[in-house]
């Protein structure tokens, strides 16, 4: 992601891909370190949508969902979404997704969507809760094929989707709706019952005295 950052800050070219076999110092929402050893898949996207700044949040629900589907379509794989953008089988992680975005005034400069995907590596021996695509399908994958497809049907869908769909499109693939939440940001810890996500991709929380709550930005974690 620091390297795509720096090429989209020089000028690169519209959906630049930017590909590591492995990282160092990888990194997942609220600076958490994501496991990124050899035979995962991880790439940064640069992207530079003609949209109003008040859309690009939707991009990354966009990017989650269409990885879910190809999952499920193309390795009948039962992959979910949890809030934000978090990709899970069987309520165990299978890929994370951080975003980056640098504007002026209403115009998006560039929005880049990094994303981690556990594909023929074993994170389950330091992250318990983590899982590969090896692992649930008993065999190696090809890591080529998988970004090929994904790069190709998110680039369809960035330049067909409806952008006021995208949300209620994306709640068909999450298993977050519903369930007693923990909601953790960096000035605060909730939980309650995650009722709905809003248009712009906001969780609502219903609190335990029955007011909602709009949660912008946190990682979530199921508690039932």
């Known amino acids: 992601m620091d390297?795509?950052?720096d090429l989209a800050r020089k000028g690169c070219p519209d959906f630049t891909v930017v590909l590591a076999g492995r990282q160092k110092k990888g990194r997942g929402r609220l600076n958490r370190i994501w496991r990124s050893d050899r035979g995962g898949l991880y790439f940064t996207i640069v992207l530079?949508?003609?949209?109003?700044?008040?859309?690009?949040?939707?991009?990354?629900?966009?990017?989650?969902?269409?990885?879910?589907?190809?999952?499920?379509e193309g390795y009948d794989v039962d992959a979910r979404v949890k809030w934000p953008n978090d990709i899970l089988v069987n309520e165990r992680k299978i890929s994370g997704m951080l975003t980056e975005m640098e504007a002026e005034a209403d115009r998006v400069n560039f929005f880049n969507i990094g994303i981690g995907i556990n594909v023929n590596n074993d994170p389950s021996r330091s992250v318990a809760q983590a899982f590969s695509l090896k692992k649930i399908l008993g065999r190696q994958?090809?890591?080529?094929?998988?970004?090929?497809?994904?790069l190709d049907e998110f680039e369809s869908g960035m330049q067909l989707v409806d952008f006021d769909c995208i949300v209620s499109e994306w709640k068909k693939y999450t298993i977050t709706l519903n369930r007693h939440v923990r909601?953790?940001?960096?000035?605060?810890?909730?939980?309650?019952i995650a009722t709905d996500v809003d248009d712009n991709g906001a969780l609502i929380l219903?609190?335990?005295d029955g007011s909602l709550k709009e949660i912008l930005y946190g990682d979530c974690f199921h508690q039932n």
């Open 183 to 192: 909601i953790v940001t960096n000035q605060e810890t909730l939980e309650g």
């Open 3 to 5: 390297i795509a950052k």
């Open 141 to 150: 994958i090809s890591r080529k094929e998988l970004l090929s497809r994904f």
């Open 48 to 72: 530079r949508p003609q949209i109003p700044i008040m859309l690009s949040t939707r991009i990354s629900f966009l990017a989650s969902m269409t990885l879910a589907r190809i999952l499920r």
């Open 206 to 208: 219903k609190m335990a």
